[in-house]
């Protein structure tokens, strides 16, 4: 059973946690981020200093194993933190120049233009390219060509031969095969040893590994070769090359084992414990669980991310991870608060056995049925102190367990113990859920972001025109206020002095634009001084909205056409990011039939689970003015095709209005960068041939030079 959510999560987290889903062809545009995304390569300063936030199921094993230990008391050296990145690190850390940068640079002292030496290889069955020849081997033919150099001369026959039969061994790095002929017996020792080292090594990257083995094998024996000590280490590289890993592991010990193989032992250890991983994953599992929760851990990043690839590993194998999480208290930890269905009762049953900070979270996250059960969970969650790394998380779950009062008022208590801002951004949302009335509706739904991410494309440059400073909504709360939130209510929030201007200035917006579409005049009326106020390049627009009501339907017909910000709805974090009555080149532009609601992250996903947002504080008569509202404007028609058509209709009933020329135009550029369906074409068509038949000399005319066909 188990195994069957391990998958489920697996997929999750890839999806969670990938690599953004980006078009061939552009960055994704700049959006607010207001809760936990967790990065790929490493944990923000805060989390890595224990300041967790709230800890949730899908963060990958590392964070979760960061996460583990300090919420169980553990601590890490200030060294190790600030350095603390989620990769797979190399040992020692990359040099600035590469091995194959090295390589040219050496041989500039013979060439003045030394051929790259691309080091990946395509596997033919595969059809996918692996690195063939690593770092190690560019240097140290690099560091011999050199001593070669200053030994001999760039122009000596010695150094040419050398040279010329390591151009052939590199050849094999992406192509070949290319192997160099043995030197005569009766050249120098020294040459011949270089290279018998070279022919094995061509034999090595070229994927003739029995060759390459019995040659390293060879050169090992060989008391007089410079290369005698590296040898036996790259028999074992030959082994595992083949797949011949048992092998490869006694090659190894043996190398270890043997005081005179000291110049093999940094690389023979490295390469035992990748074998470790590979040949006794679960041992290995353990090994590392131990090592992440070590006091004073010597390399903690090393251990976690080894702790981390083996996890991964020991994932797609049934049964594999339950078996290791035998004794093994972290990742029997981690299993059970990754699965929103984990092992009935365990988390209760480890908890009650450890009393531990994680497994309070673990079972809290469980959400038990019995009533003793939760008030023993919710004792232990009160005597969680405030100073405790678990702290936020131990709340944040507890509320699940409570009446809403209770709730509400253990919300109040984290809030104000100053959480981090994205933990504070959930437990905001969290206390949303209870909002009594609009003003605390309002209150809760205004959030900080954590960062920002994209490009913004409506500015030159790459400097944004919003950043984390500025406040904003989150996908809950605007859809609250687009589905749940009369026209009433809602535009009255657009004068409300506890909203940010640009908070005000995104829900005026959709108000105006909800009440222009709904034939509401008198809320559109209202609301004109604010727009002036808000948005003063559309303000003639707006005071023309004082005429008989189709004049005024036209005249804000015409406003939308000519601000293709303008949309019945709220967007979340920084809205739409072209200015007001500017055409977004991406086509952000106005409103689309139908439109969907915005995906909620991840956080706010596993806050409402089945549930959706909700404004419980409504009267009987606001949730029926808003449900009836909220049907009129799903109900529309995409913008291109509603604006269009009515501008059309205006200009055959009122063919000698000045404005209407200048409305036709719009009408057609509408449909060009607006959403489109199966009818956009003919309202373009009909709109570009009533401007065309009737107006054709006007400057209006001229500028529409085509329909469009979609």
């Avoid at 959510?5 to 607010?32: H, I, Q, T, Y």
């Avoid at 040459?191 to 060879?218: I, L, M, P, W």
């Avoid at 019995?370 to 936020?392: I, N, W």
């Avoid at 002095?497 to 908070?503: G, M």
């Amino acid at each position: 059973m188990r195994m069957l959510r391990v998958v489920a999560a697996m997929v999750l987290g890839a999806l969670l946690f990938g690599e953004n889903d980006l078009n061939s062809c552009s960055v994704e545009p700049l959006r607010a981020i207001f809760t936990a995304e967790i990065s790929r390569e490493g944990p923000d300063k805060d989390f890595a200093k224990g300041e967790l936030g709230i800890v949730l199921p899908p963060f990958p094993p590392a964070y979760l194993a960061l996460a583990y230990r300090y919420m169980s008391g553990g601590r890490l050296p200030a060294d190790q933190i600030s350095t603390l990145v989620f990769q797979r690190k190399q040992t020692p850390d990359p040099p600035t120049t590469s091995g194959a940068e090295d390589w040219q640079i050496a041989q500039q002292q013979v060439f003045a233009n030394p051929v790259y030496v691309n080091p990946y290889k395509e596997d033919s069955e595969l059809h996918l390219f692996f690195l063939n020849c690593k770092e190690d081997a560019f240097r140290a033919a690099a560091a011999t060509l050199r001593a070669l150099i200053r030994a001999y001369g760039v122009n000596s026959e010695r150094m040419k031969q050398w040279l010329a039969a390591q151009d052939m061994v590199f050849q094999n790095c992406n192509a070949g095969p290319a192997i160099p002929q043995p030197l005569e017996p009766t050249a120098d020792a020294a040459a011949k040893a270089d290279r018998a080292y070279q022919v094995a090594a061509a034999h090595f990257y070229s994927g003739q590994y029995d060759a390459a083995r019995t040659e390293f094998a060879v050169i090992g024996r060989d008391a007089g070769s410079p290369w005698r000590g590296l040898a036996p280490y790259l028999v074992a590289r030959a082994m595992i090359r083949q797949g011949d890993l048992s092998d490869a592991e006694k090659q190894v010990l043996a190398i270890l084992k043997d005081p005179k193989q000291t110049e093999g032992h940094e690389r023979a250890d490295h390469l035992e414990a990748w074998l470790k991983i590979r040949l006794y994953p679960a041992e290995r599992l353990s090994e590392t669980a131990r090592a992440v929760m070590e006091p004073h851990p010597s390399d903690f990043q090393q251990s976690v991310m080894d702790y981390t690839y083996l996890f991964g590993q020991l994932e797609q194998q049934q049964g594999a991870l339950d078996k290791a999480a035998e004794g093994n208290d972290l990742t029997d930890w981690i299993l059970d608060f990754q699965h929103s269905d984990p092992v009935e009762g365990h988390a209760l049953e480890r908890w009650r056995a450890t009393h531990s900070t994680p497994w309070l979270v673990a079972a809290l996250a469980a959400k038990p049925d019995e009533e003793g059960v939760r008030e023993e969970l919710l004792k232990a969650a009160d005597e969680t102190p405030p100073q405790s790394p678990g702290y936020f998380t131990v709340q944040y779950y507890a509320v699940a367990l409570m009446a809403k009062e209770a709730a509400r008022a253990r919300l109040d208590a984290a809030l104000s113990a100053k959480p981090p801002r994205a933990a504070r951004n959930l437990l905001l949302a969290a206390r949303m859920r209870f909002a009594r009335d609009w003003a605390e509706f309002l209150r809760d739904a205004q959030r900080h972001p954590v960062d920002v991410d994209g490009y913004d494309y409506s500015v030159a440059g790459t400097t944004p025109s919003h950043t984390a400073d500025e406040i904003g909504l989150d996908s809950d709360g605007v859809d609250v206020l687009n589905h749940l939130i009369p026209l009433s209510l809602e535009a009255g929030a657009a004068l409300d002095s506890q909203l940010t201007v640009d908070i005000r200035r995104e829900v005026a917006t959709a108000a105006w634009t909800k009440a222009v579409l709904l034939n509401q005049w008198a809320t559109a009326r209202k609301l004109g001084p604010v727009m002036a106020e808000l948005y003063p390049t559309v303000r003639v627009d707006l005071d023309a909205t004082d005429l008989d009501e189709n004049e005024a339907r036209f005249a804000a017909v015409l406003t939308m056409l000519r601000n293709p910000g303008l949309r019945p709805y709220v967007e979340a974090g920084f809205g739409r990011l072209t200015k007001m009555d500017r055409i977004d080149e991406f086509r952000d532009n106005w409103w689309c039939a139908a439109e969907q609601d915005r995906a909620m992250s991840y956080a706010l996903s596993n806050l409402y689970g089945q549930e959706k947002p909700r404004a419980d504080f409504l009267t009987a008569q606001e949730v029926a003015a808003a449900k009836a509202e909220d049907e009129g404007v799903r109900a529309l028609a995409g913008a291109p095709d509603l604006l269009a058509s009515e501008t059309v209709h205006f200009a055959k009933e009122h063919p000698a209005d000045a404005r209407v020329p200048e409305a036709l135009h719009l009408a057609v550029r509408a449909t060009r960068y607006g959403c489109v369906s199966e009818h956009t074409s003919i309202a373009s068509r009909e709109a570009f041939e009533l401007l065309h038949s009737r107006y054709p000399n006007s400057e209006w005319a001229r500028a529409t030079p085509y329909w469009f066909k979609n």
